[in-house]
């Protein structure tokens, strides 16, 4: 990052949000971010004693790639490095977080309860323990987007669960916890409060991807500070990285993400991630946004395809399954330019005939086409794309060039394209923040 990007202003309608400061060009990063609270996706009710089997406790990196192999000596967490399991004792695993985990854990084998009540306990435990260690931090909590749902809000049925969800955690942290200092001002009204920040702004750092499987689960969420002011587009300007597997240079840094530019933006533009993967269809995307984030979304892609039929939404392909995805294709593509000028301006002739589909453009250009993908193609920073044209997937991690793309688009632009089949989506715990 050169100079400043990015600012957080207040749109009416829309709370914070993030905006270009000046003209932003495609691969730009325009945020490195650390998270704040981080806690584990895996369930608590485990046969093996050991939590968080296989990944550091502490920076959830896999420890199969390290050499050191530590362990708590009391729960039995593991840590990747001795610096990890250090930072961890003053941090995320102090003596009250460990014996919470512990019992938590002796709780959760005998009452066999859902996955997302397990990792909503351990989000509160997290947020309990960030209390104890950081106010400023636990304070930055506490400034983000969410709060506890209104009586009117309270009718609906996800509404109505997450308060049940909020009572159960409450009492359990209370009752079987070791005793947090009284001047912290627990309450089950705060937890609440905090249940209602992560739902809104947890990202989920992911599984390395697999063409084989579908879905793919959450390894570890993570709140970050400055990212949460980003808000939601169904066709994004912006995407985020995150390299938890990486070598670590120094340490935690694998759990840094970094937002990117997708494509060149004007100053002044509002700059947005997409909350889950852009491939959904319309109803699935208005449901989430309703449901989980409390908005409806009326941005340029949900305006155009409110007025398609469930039929004709079906009818939208972008699986690109061909095996023919190598033939030689010559069609030149501009990945520099602004994708709105695409759709509104005299050069985007490509889709302009496609007046039902117009954001076909995003699609071809920017998501990812291997099998059970749907990531989101971003150029490598600007200095580095001028040279090679490399876009890279933020989801499989591979890199396409220029031709690659333009095969891609050659052999996808004379298909129509195939629904997704959706219905597995519910499984696929990756939908905050994607
Ligand atoms: C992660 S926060 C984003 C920052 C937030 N606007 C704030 O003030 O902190 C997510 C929340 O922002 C709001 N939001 C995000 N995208 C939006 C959009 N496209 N239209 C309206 N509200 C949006 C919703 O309230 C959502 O629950």
């Not at 969420?221 to 912006?238: E, T």
């Not at 938890?244 to 120094?250: C, E, R, T, V, W």
């Not at 449901?287 to 340029?300: H, N, S």
């Not at 129509?416 to 696929?428: A, I, Q």
Request: net charge negative; aromatic share 8%.
């Amino acid at each position: 990052m050169e100079t400043a990007a990015v600012a957080m202003t207040e749109i009416q309608g829309r709370g914070r949000a993030m905006v270009a400061i000046r003209p932003l060009k495609g691969g730009e990063i325009v945020l490195r971010d650390s998270p704040i609270v981080l806690y584990s996706a895996l369930p608590l009710q485990s046969d093996d004693h050991r939590d968080n089997n296989g990944y550091c406790s502490n920076c959830f990196i896999s420890i199969t790639q390290q050499s050191q192999n530590l362990s708590c000596s009391t729960c039995g967490s593991p840590f990747c490095t001795l610096d990890c399991q250090s930072a961890a004792s003053a941090t995320s695993h102090t003596p009250w977080a460990c014996q919470t985990l512990i019992r938590l854990r002796e709780y959760f084998s005998g009452n066999r309860l859902p996955l997302d009540l397990q990792i909503q306990a351990r989000f509160i435990v997290s947020a309990y323990n960030l209390a104890l260690t950081s106010q400023s931090k636990f304070q930055t909590l506490l400034s983000l987007q969410g709060s506890v749902p209104s009586q009117s809000d309270a009718v609906s049925g996800s509404y109505s669960d997450s308060d049940s969800s909020a009572n159960f955690i409450h009492s359990l942290i209370s009752s079987v916890c070791p005793p947090l200092p009284l001047e912290l001002g627990l309450s089950l009204e705060l937890t609440k409060v905090l249940l209602a920040k992560d739902k809104l702004n947890a990202f989920g750092l992911m599984e390395p991807f697999s063409e084989q499987r579908e879905d793919r689960s959450v390894r570890a969420y993570g709140i970050y500070p400055v990212a949460s002011f980003f808000n939601h587009d169904c066709l994004p300007n912006a995407c985020r990285f995150d390299y938890l597997d990486a070598a670590k240079p120094s340490l935690a840094n694998n759990t840094d993400i970094t937002i990117r530019m997708i494509h060149d933006v004007p100053q002044g533009r509002e700059i947005c991630l997409s909350y889950f993967p852009v491939n959904l269809k319309y109803r699935e995307r208005q449901k989430r946004l309703r449901d989980d984030y409390g908005f409806v979304c009326d941005c340029d892609r949900c305006k155009v395809e409110a007025g398609w039929s469930e039929s004709e939404e079906d009818g939208i392909d972008m699986d690109d399954d061909d095996e023919d995805d190598n033939d030689e294709g010559n069609q030149e593509t501009t990945m520099d330019e602004d994708f709105d000028e695409q759709m509104e301006g005299e050069d985007g002739d490509m889709m302009k005939g496609e007046d039902d589909f117009p954001h076909a453009y995003f699609f071809l250009n920017y998501m990812c086409d291997r099998k059970n993908c749907w990531g989101t193609l971003a150029p490598l920073s600007p200095s580095a794309a001028a040279t090679t044209g490399v876009m890279e997937c933020n989801v499989c991690g591979s890199f396409k060039n220029l031709d690659q793309l333009n095969n891609m688009i050659m052999n996808t632009v004379d298909k129509s394209f195939l629904p997704t089949d959706d219905d597995d989506d519910e499984e696929t715990e990756e939908d905050q923040h994607y």
